[in-house]
């Protein structure tokens, strides 16, 4: 019965490494899209008339010789933001979570063997971690969200200055944005709220030895004798 349950913890921990593999993949290719999306902005923030252009000809080739507003096309963009960056963010968060799980196995795993043979993804991942990899980690976790953020808020501002007539287009791009600055917030608070707790933790719990209840004790005894004495 025990060498049944390890078979089957064995494999539901081989099937948890698949899962983490094939979300790495969508994790990738959701990045590649977020970034093609912001160099998309970075053409129309720096080069509008060329970005006009490139649409007008991407839309003859594709669609025809029609006419499409390019605020409409802007939203399109926006939107793609939105929905590419809700995607990462989702994929991200399974990645977390299902490497936490998966390192939950791996002790269950060691528990039941007589040597802990299968800490890859847990204790020998973390033992001794290259500067390169916690700099990629924070890279996902941290800096491109704000870049996800500070592409859009830019976005945003582009059109408020360029804002002339089509008051609904920019009204449409101003709550697609909202939603990305919305999303990409969450994210952060929920990947690093733990680690600021746990931070703050270390920092503001401290035992001060002047301030431990012994040192009181000891303060409070002298005072008595100095009292008594006098």
Not at 117 to 141: A, C, H, Q, S
Request: net charge neutral; glycine share 2%; charged share 20%.
């Amino acid at each position: 019965m025990e060498e049944k349950s390890l078979e089957i913890l064995y494999e539901h921990y081989k099937d948890t490494f698949d899962q983490i593999k094939e979300a790495l993949q969508k994790r990738f290719a959701y990045t590649l899209t977020c970034l093609i999306i912001i160099a998309v902005f970075s053409l129309q923030l720096t080069s509008p008339d060329n970005a006009k252009q490139i649409a007008a000809v991407v839309i003859k080739n594709k669609i025809g010789d029609i006419h499409i507003n390019f605020n409409f096309i802007s939203n399109i963009i926006t939107f793609a933001l939105l929905w590419a960056s809700m995607l990462y963010f989702q994929v991200n968060t399974t990645v977390e979570r299902l490497y936490k799980y998966i390192h939950q196995l791996e002790d269950q795993l060691c528990q039941k063997l007589t040597s802990p043979v299968i800490t890859r993804e847990g204790k020998f991942y973390f033992n001794d971690m290259p500067w390169l990899t916690t700099l990629i980690y924070w890279i996902y976790v941290l800096i491109f969200p704000l870049i996800i953020i500070g592409a859009a808020i830019l976005k945003w501002i582009n059109d408020f200055k360029s804002l002339k007539s089509d008051v609904f287009y920019f009204e449409i791009d101003t709550l697609f944005i909202l939603l990305i600055c919305i999303i990409s917030f969450l994210y952060l608070y929920y990947r690093l709220s733990g680690k600021i707790k746990r931070l703050c933790k270390k920092v503001f719990n401290r035992e001060d030895p002047k301030l431990s209840p012994v040192a009181v004790d000891e303060a409070s005894e002298l005072i008595a004798k100095f009292t008594n004495d006098q």
